[in-house]
């Protein structure tokens, strides 16, 4: 399967610890989105890179998040000293191309669930 | 008021049926509209793209009103397998598809 992967699928943690997770997007994308998604929502813009540049960051990614994506292909996000209120889906998406007009390609997700 | 607005549903419909989802945007200067769709506990998957011309997959048709900023999705001849939820999404950006979903309607069809 050539899609996005994302790892892991599901991260239970305590309040208070660290997590990354890990985006492998569609080789040769060159662009990678990530999102956020709660129960009963859509999904919600995070941050987006062309190539290994973080290009734009939503508001809703506060000082704990962080996001790399060192040599323009695989991309890690990870959340500090984690609340009860990161508990969501974190979506990885990619696509290729310049504009507007390219459809993006989600992964799976990793579910994290904090305690 | 949000960006992308949806009925959250759900619709509850017979096989066979026709069934129209509706969405509004507020941003006029949305660059481009699409319709998604998300199993439960899964990803969302683009299902077409809203041209102002509107246009057509199957048994799918989405239509585009820019001057009203109202979207919808019309699914005639409702399968069970399109029970799903279905994500309206606007691009706000021109430089890159920077997408800001609805809250998704909900689709339940029965036998």
């Known amino acids: 399967d050539t899609g996005v992967s994302q790892d892991p699928r599901h991260k239970i943690t305590k309040r208070g610890q660290n997590v990354t997770f890990r985006c492998d997007p569609i080789?040769?994308?060159?662009?990678l989105y990530w999102y956020r998604q709660t129960l009963g929502q859509g999904p919600e813009f995070l941050t987006y890179?062309?190539?290994?540049?973080?290009?734009?960051k939503s508001r809703l990614l506060s000082d704990r998040f962080s996001a790399e994506r060192p040599k323009g292909s695989f991309s890690t996000l990870e959340i500090q000293r984690t609340e009860q209120g990161d508990s969501a889906m974190y979506l990885c998406?990619?696509?290729f191309g310049l504009g507007s007009n390219q459809p993006q390609h989600f992964g799976d997700g990793t579910r994290l669930s904090i305690l | 008021r949000k960006e992308v607005e949806q009925d959250p549903g759900p619709f509850n419909v017979p096989e066979g049926a026709t069934v129209a989802f509706n969405c509004t945007y507020s941003?006029?200067?949305?660059?481009?509209f699409f319709w998604y769709r998300q199993d439960c506990r899964k990803e969302p998957k683009l299902l077409m793209s809203v041209y102002s011309s509107g246009n057509e997959d199957g048994r799918f048709t989405a239509q585009l009103n820019r001057a009203s900023q109202y979207i919808s999705l019309l699914i005639r001849d409702s399968k069970l397998s399109d029970s799903a939820t279905y994500l309206c999404?606007?691009?706000?950006?021109?430089?890159?598809?920077?997408?800001?979903f609805g809250t998704g309607t909900r689709l339940l069809v029965s036998p």
């Open positions: 080789s040769e994308h060159n662009r």
């Open positions: 998406a990619s696509s």
């Open positions: 941003n006029s200067a949305s660059q481009s």
């Open positions: 999404v606007v691009n706000m950006n021109t430089g890159f598809q920077k997408l800001v």
């Open positions: 890179f062309q190539n290994e540049a973080q290009l734009e």
